[in-house]
């Protein structure tokens, strides 16, 4: 278990739009910045969005982030087959005292 | 171009102990945390442990506080993670992960993994 916690999966049709939530606490999200994370099978995680809602170059506008409050959220658009992943959100916790990444969410195209 | 190499990975048995390391280039080594991650089979992503640059701070997940020790050497730009009493549930790959700009605190450069099992 996380104290971050997504949805176990989120699916769509290619072309169409997914968003990915991602709920914590005060001492988390509420306070720290969020990030989103890409993990491909046999690939190392990539980071997607950094500082909740930046995209490092030369990944796509169709990946965007946001936040509120204790919560973040990534968005898809555009669904490609490619997106196929398993996404996850981290931000620092203070009372644990250690980075936290959520349990992930799996994205299916449909 | 910021590269992170890892090693030491292997099979031991319940109760052992392993040593990763990573090494790493492309960067100035001693201005950024270093970090592991792991991911044990059919598991998500758990971050295991952190160092700052100075290695004068240090962090661990509850799940290995008083097992693991994370360390650096910024003369090698190497980071390590002594593994004591492994348990059957440390199986996983190890990442190691470099945060820091340009991406803020996002653990934004990872290695390929070392993988460590724990079986008898």
């Known amino acids: 278990q996380s104290v971050l916690t997504q949805p176990p999966s989120v699916s769509a049709a290619p072309g169409q739009k997914v968003t990915i939530s991602c709920s914590g606490s005060s001492s988390n999200i509420g306070k720290h910045l969020v990030s989103w994370y890409q993990h491909l099978p046999g690939t190392a995680p990539k980071v997607l969005i950094y500082e909740n809602y930046k995209r490092p170059s030369g990944i796509p506008d169709r990946f965007s982030g946001s936040k509120s409050g204790t919560s973040a959220t990534l968005g898809i658009t555009g669904l490609q087959t490619g997106d196929e992943a398993d996404y996850y959100c981290g931000a620092w916790d203070d009372t644990l005292r250690a980075y936290v990444f959520a349990t992930g969410t799996e994205v299916t195209v449909l | 171009e910021v590269q992170l190499v890892e090693s030491g990975g292997g099979l031991v048995n319940p109760g052992g102990s392993l040593r990763l390391s990573c090494t790493t280039s492309?960067?100035?080594?001693?201005?950024?945390?270093i970090n592991w991650v792991r991911q044990a089979p059919g598991k998500g992503l758990e971050w295991v442990s952190l160092?700052?640059?100075?290695?004068?701070?240090?962090y661990y997940a509850d799940s290995v506080v008083g097992r693991f020790t994370i360390s650096r050497d910024n003369a090698r730009n190497s980071v390590y993670l002594q593994m004591n009493s492994l348990r059957v549930e440390d199986t996983a790959l190890y990442y190691c992960?470099?945060?820091?700009?340009?991406?803020?605190?996002?653990?934004?450069?990872w290695g390929q993994g070392a993988r460590v099992t724990v079986s008898s």
């Open positions: 492309g960067f100035t080594f001693s201005d950024y945390s």
């Open positions: 992960v470099r945060e820091g700009a340009p991406y803020g605190d996002a653990r934004g450069f």
């Open positions: 160092i700052i640059g100075s290695g004068n701070d240090v």
